[in-house]
């Protein structure tokens, strides 16, 4: 009996695991084949910055600066998410950090329509900086084989010059 609950369980986790990855891929288009050679653009962040507008706000430096480093993360999370689809696993460690840089430049772009004091802007413009270089810093060992991750890494020195100016 403890052996067929057991066999249970794992059919089940790696049914479930099997299910989470498709859905995961499935999201990204790697699952279906889609074309990895688009150039999107970040789907809610025009959005952003026409809710900042309509606010009476534009985008600062610092936040027109994570703008493009987030669309420059997102064309490269694509290309990371294609290779390591196909098994190739060096670029694990440039993908965690995109997904970082992604966040915090998020933050840092949604601070326009929040109302949020200069302070905590600063604050979150600081840890923004920090984020891109190390994000750049990934990247950059990438930068001569892959120019997605190029064009990453200089996207992120550009958001991290513009934030430390905060």
Known sequence: ???????????????????????????TGLAFGKDQERKREHAHTPAMA????????????AQAA????????EICLDHCLEA?????TSLANCQRHVI???SVCEALIRGTTADLEAGTLKKIASACAAVCRDCAKACEEHKDH???CRACMEACLACAKACEAV
């Not at 390591?84 to 190739?88: C, E, I, R, T, V």
């Open 1 to 27: 009996m403890e052996t067929k609950t057991l066999n249970r369980r794992n059919f089940l986790n790696s049914t479930t695991s099997a299910a989470t990855a498709a859905a995961v891929l499935a999201g």
């Open 50 to 61: 026409a809710a900042a507008a309509a606010a009476g706000r534009s985008l600062t430096p």
């Open 66 to 73: 994570a703008y493009d480093c987030l669309k420059a993360c």
């Open 84 to 88: 390591l689809s196909k098994g190739d």
């Open 100 to 102: 970082a840089c992604q």
């Open 146 to 148: 892959h120019a997605e």
